[in-house]
T-cell receptor, first 113, second 117 residues
Framework: KQEVTQIPAALSVPEGENLVLNCSFTDSAIYNLQWFRQDPGKGLTSLLLIQSSQREQTSGRLNASLDKSSGRSTLYIAASQPGDSATYLC????????????FGQGTILTVHP | GAVVSQHPSRVICKSGTSVKIECRSL??????MFWYRQFPKQSLMLMAT?????????EQGVEKDKFLINHASLTLSTLTVTSAHPEDSSFYIC?????????????FGPGTRLTVL
C-alpha cells in the first residue's frame, strides 16, 4: 500500500526566505508525482507535475524535484511571499482505482511580512 | 484551463436528512470522477471512483449505501450522503479526469463543506 509522508507538518518563515518542502513515498513504482496548493476552505490547485522520467520541473519561483529510487520529492519555493501561505500537498498515483491519487498529509506554510 | 465546479459550496443539514452534492466538468467531458473527503487538518482520502454509465468503485471502509454516487453523464457526478449524521461533517472534494487524457490530467473542484447538526 502506497503511503505518502510530508515533512514538516507546518512551517512559518519571514517573507523573502527560500524554503524546501519534503515529500516521501513508500512505493517507488510511480509514473508521476504532483504538488498541489490548497487555500483554507478551498479546493486544490495543481502546481507542478513531474513524470517518472524527469528529475525536476520548474514554474516561476517553484521548483520540484523527484528521486524515484529513494522515494523522495522536494518542492523548493524561492523568495517566499505572504501570498504563498497555504497548505501544500504532494500526491502520487496508485491503488485499485485507475487514476487514484494518494495524498500526503500536507505542509501548512505561513509566510509573514 | 479545465474547470470543475461543485454545488453547493456549503450546506448545513439536520441529522437524518440526505444531502446531494454535484460535481460538474464545465468545459470538458469526464469519463471518470473521483470523490474525496477531507477532515480538518487532514489530507484528502479517496472515497470512491465514479465512472460514467457504470457503478462506482468504493474504497475500503466507505459505505456504498450511505454515500450514493451517480455518474449519469460525461459532465456530471453526484454524491448523496444518506441519513447524514454529525460524523459525516467534512469537506468533500471531487476531481475529474478528462476523457482521452492520461491519468495526469485530473482537475479538482472547489469543495463542499457539509455540516450535520
Amino acid at each position: 500500500k502506497q503511503e505518502v509522508t510530508q515533512i514538516p507538518a507546518a512551517l512559518s518563515v519571514p517573507e523573502g526566505e527560500n524554503l524546501v518542502l519534503n515529500c516521501s513515498f513508500t512505493d517507488s513504482a510511480i509514473y508521476n508525482l504532483q504538488w498541489f496548493r490548497q487555500d483554507p476552505g478551498k479546493g486544490l490547485t495543481s502546481l507542478l507535475l513531474i513524470q517518472s522520467s524527469q528529475r525536476e520541473q520548474t514554474s516561476g519561483r517553484l521548483n520540484a524535484s523527484l528521486d524515484k529510487s529513494s522515494g523522495r520529492s522536494t518542492l523548493y519555493i524561492a523568495a517566499s511571499q505572504p501570498g504563498d501561505s497555504a497548505t501544500y500537498l504532494c500526491a502520487v498515483p496508485g491503488g485499485t482505482s485507475y487514476g487514484k491519487l494518494t495524498f500526503g498529509q500536507g505542509t501548512i506554510l505561513t509566510v509573514h511580512p | 484551463g479545465a474547470v470543475v465546479s461543485q454545488h453547493p459550496s456549503r450546506v448545513i443539514c439536520k441529522s437524518g436528512t440526505s444531502v446531494k452534492i454535484e460535481c460538474r466538468s464545465l468545459d470538458f467531458q469526464a469519463t471518470t470522477m473521483f470523490w474525496y473527503r477531507q477532515f480538518p487538518k487532514q489530507s484528502l482520502m479517496l472515497m470512491a471512483t465514479s465512472n460514467e454509465g457504470s457503478k462506482a468503485t468504493y474504497e475500503q471502509g466507505v459505505e456504498k449505501d450511505k454515500f450514493l454516487i451517480n455518474h449519469a453523464s460525461l459532465t456530471l457526478s453526484t454524491l448523496t450522503v444518506t441519513s447524514a449524521h454529525p460524523e459525516d461533517s467534512s469537506f468533500y472534494i471531487c476531481s475529474a479526469r478528462a476523457s482521452g487524457g492520461t491519468t495526469d490530467t485530473q482537475y479538482f473542484g472547489p469543495g463542499t463543506r457539509l455540516t450535520v447538526l
